[in-house]
């Protein structure tokens, strides 16, 4: 499965975008999928997670409450909408999916990743 994120610009503070995670050459279907983020000279964090089919998600404490991840199996793209964005959210943001159907935060359970997508918060 290979993985391609999009969606990521340059915003304001109190901004808001929506990122896209896309599969190609295979399907989410029974896959997990998480967000996560890394901001220069800092370690890759967690963001977002979403179980298979879409029932269960979980959310780093820095953002719950301003960004929710919603996926369209049917599409085979899962989402990620940040409302409220401030600049300490400006990082590469990456998709990532991981074979079993349940959440997690921790990078190293997932199997395949994809290209960052850059996010900028100006103050």
């Known amino acids: 499965v290979q993985l391609q994120a999009s969606g990521g610009g340059l915003v304001q503070a109190g901004g808001s975008l929506t990122l896209s995670c896309a599969a190609s050459?295979?399907?989410?279907?029974?896959?997990?999928v998480g967000w996560f983020r890394q901001a220069p000279g800092k370690e890759r964090e967690f963001v977002s997670t979403?179980?298979?089919?879409?029932?269960?998600?979980v959310y780093a404490r820095s953002v719950k409450g301003r960004f929710t991840i919603s996926r369209d199996n049917a599409k085979n793209t899962v989402y990620l909408r940040m409302n409220d964005l401030k600049p300490e959210d400006t990082a590469a943001y990456y998709c990532?999916?991981?074979?079993?159907?349940?959440?997690?935060?921790?990078?190293?359970?997932?199997?395949?990743w994809g290209r960052g997508t850059q996010v900028t918060v100006s103050s």
């Open positions: 979403i179980s298979w089919p879409g029932r269960n998600t």
């Open positions: 990532a999916a991981k074979r079993t159907t349940t959440v997690s935060d921790n990078l190293y359970e997932y199997d395949f």
């Open positions: 050459g295979g399907t989410l279907s029974w896959y997990a």
